[in-house]
């Protein structure tokens, strides 16, 4: 039933399929080109329509907006600035005991890492050098990015972005001697 003419026929089957869809693949490659014309040469590829784009501005020189905190600290609102203690209350008290940070009760105008007792940080000790006083500008810094502005400070509090946000803060701190 089964002999080499049986065997043979189907080799031949396959083997004509295989040459009929590799002759097809080329004539439909010849026919239908997807990219570069085939070639292997440097030419440029012409577009049909281009798209304008800007050259990027250089952002080095690009200065950072400048806040006028002395106008800000004139209208804040301690009311509002309770609002953003609620941020500062896990870590820091006002009845002047210290938790994991120090009390904060008359912090404005306060000489930094100045609390007797308190551990503080190697970063906060050396930021003394710095800006030996907690007055409006530096606690505006700090507290707008608290491990930018004290590097290797143990705060671990990501800082208030809104600069109105802050000094209403700080007019709450300041309303709390």
Not at 4 to 22: D, P, R, S
Not at 107 to 120: E, K, L, P, Q
């Amino acid at each position: 039933m089964f002999n080499t003419m049986t065997l043979t026929k189907a080799a031949g089957a396959f083997i004509g399929a295989l040459l009929f869809l590799m002759l097809a693949n080329w004539a439909a490659s010849g026919l239908f080109s997807v990219g570069h014309g085939g070639g292997h040469g440097e030419d440029e590829i012409t577009q049909a329509y281009s798209i304008p784009v800007p050259e990027a501005a250089d952002s080095s020189g690009v200065e950072e907006e400048q806040i006028d905190f002395a106008a800000l600290m004139a209208s804040a609102d301690a009311a509002a600035g309770e609002r953003e203690w609620a941020k500062c209350r896990s870590c820091h008290a006002l009845d002047g005991s210290d938790g994991v940070g120090p009390h904060l009760n008359g912090v404005v105008d306060r000489a930094v890492a100045s609390i007797a007792g308190f551990n503080y940080s190697g970063a906060m000790v050396d930021h003394v050098a710095e800006d030996p006083v907690w007055n409006y500008e530096a606690l505006q810094l700090f507290i707008e990015n608290p491990r930018g502005e004290v590097s290797g400070t143990a705060m671990s509090f990501a800082g208030i972005r809104d600069p109105q946000a802050r000094a209403n803060l700080i007019a709450f701190l300041e309303a709390n001697p």
